[in-house]
């Protein structure tokens, strides 16, 4: 039995038939676990972004640099902006 099967299904994707900015995210942190990054990146890049972000928060919170700042508000802006694009990308293929 693998980890694959039991992923939960979008609510947003079975009403509505597109998908929403979420989508992939699963199947994008299972690719990540595995090695996968390209494989990860094409699920729903905004994983990667997010957990870049994420490190990039827990270096501020330990270490409190006064450079960290602008990279966390670029990280999260990045995050967005791949939510967006990609699913704008799904929308249009």
């Known amino acids: 039995m693998a980890v694959?099967?039991?992923l939960m299904s979008c609510s947003y994707k079975s009403t509505l038939g597109i998908e929403c900015f979420g989508c992939g995210t699963q199947r994008a942190f299972?690719?990540?676990t595995r090695g996968d990054?390209?494989?990860s990146f094409m699920f729903n890049p905004g994983v990667i972004l997010?957990?870049?972000t994420l490190i990039a928060f827990f270096i501020v919170y330990f270490r409190k640099p006064k450079w960290i700042?602008?990279?966390?508000t670029i990280g999260a802006l990045a995050?967005?902006?791949g939510m967006i694009g990609?699913?704008?990308f799904k929308l249009m293929t």
């Open 69 to 72: 700042t602008p990279v966390i």
């Open 30 to 32: 299972l690719a990540l």
């Open 37 to 39: 990054i390209l494989g």
């Open 4 to 6: 694959d099967d039991h």
């Open 79 to 81: 995050t967005a902006f």
């Open 86 to 88: 990609n699913f704008v």
């Open 50 to 52: 997010f957990l870049l």
